[in-house]
């Protein structure tokens, strides 16, 4: 991209941490994923050729705003205080924080979690909330399937962690389950530079193209049944 600086790049650089199905994961050696398909799609648009960066969570908006990548796409939510560090995108996507639990487990909801351990994927919006949590013990562990890992070997008391990636762990793990009560909606956006209008306005233009055309809602489908 042109914002690049010095060499004019025909590049989309998208930094994620591949750590999230369905929105990011490794198959094999390839990261695949809905904000993939997305960020491709979105890519296209522009003329441009998608190349993904894997990193931790808490690099992505880093490298965003270093300009070592274009963009952040990682099922990351908006929030108030990234607001201040990047611009987002308009919403591609709703979630929300949930409670993974072993079958059978006192807890409940989030009444029940005061003196528990809570385990959190570092720097996420489930960290922050857990946090906020009165007298919980914190867990932060650099990938979900890790707080997940030592939930099913009973290391921890629950896992606070985004809806969907939950619902592939839970799947996969059997004994562990998910709680009805559920934090507030939160909204996945793109991240881009601050001020980097330019951008911003090529990415929600294409996002408009991208839901418009029914394209959105395909590749969502393609990794989400209903
Ligand atoms: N939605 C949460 C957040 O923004 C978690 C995102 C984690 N994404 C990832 N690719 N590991 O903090």
């Given at each position: 991209l042109a914002a690049c600086g010095k060499k004019e790049s025909k590049e989309l650089v998208m930094a994620t941490n591949a750590e999230f199905p369905?929105?990011?994961?490794?198959?094999?050696?390839?990261?695949?994923?809905?904000?993939?398909?997305?960020?491709?799609?979105?890519?296209?648009e522009l003329g441009l050729e998608l190349k993904v960066e894997d990193m931790a969570f808490?690099?992505?908006?880093?490298?965003?705003?270093?300009?070592?990548?274009?963009?952040?796409?990682?099922?990351?939510?908006?929030?108030?205080?990234?607001?201040?560090?990047?611009?987002?995108?308009?919403?591609?996507?709703?979630?929300?924080?949930?409670?993974?639990?072993?079958?059978?487990?006192d807890i409940k909801g989030v009444d029940d979690l005061v003196g528990k351990s809570v385990g959190v994927q570092l720097g996420t919006t489930g960290d922050i909330l857990a946090a906020d949590i009165e007298d919980v013990t914190m867990e932060r562990f650099n990938k979900g399937t890790e707080a997940v890992m030592a939930l099913a070997q009973g290391k921890i008391d629950c896992v606070?962690?985004?809806?969907?990636?939950?619902?592939?762990?839970?799947?996969?793990?059997?004994?562990?389950?998910?709680?009805d009560e559920k934090f507030a909606d939160e909204e996945y956006a793109i991240s881009i530079k601050k001020g980097n209008t330019e951008l911003l306005d090529k990415v929600n233009k294409a996002l408009k193209t991208l839901k418009e055309s029914g394209e959105l809602d395909k590749i969502i489908a393609k990794y989400i049944s209903a």
């Open positions: 369905p929105y990011e994961y490794y198959d094999g050696d390839e990261i695949v994923g809905i904000d993939v398909e997305i960020a491709g799609a979105i890519a296209k808490d690099s992505i908006n880093v490298a965003v705003d270093s300009g070592k990548a274009d963009i952040g796409a990682a099922g990351m939510t908006v929030t108030e205080k990234r607001l201040k560090n990047v611009d987002f995108s308009d919403s591609y996507a709703t979630a929300t924080q949930v409670i993974i639990v072993q079958e059978g487990s606070i962690i985004d809806n969907q990636p939950a619902k592939v762990f839970v799947e996969k793990n059997e004994g562990l389950v998910i709680l």
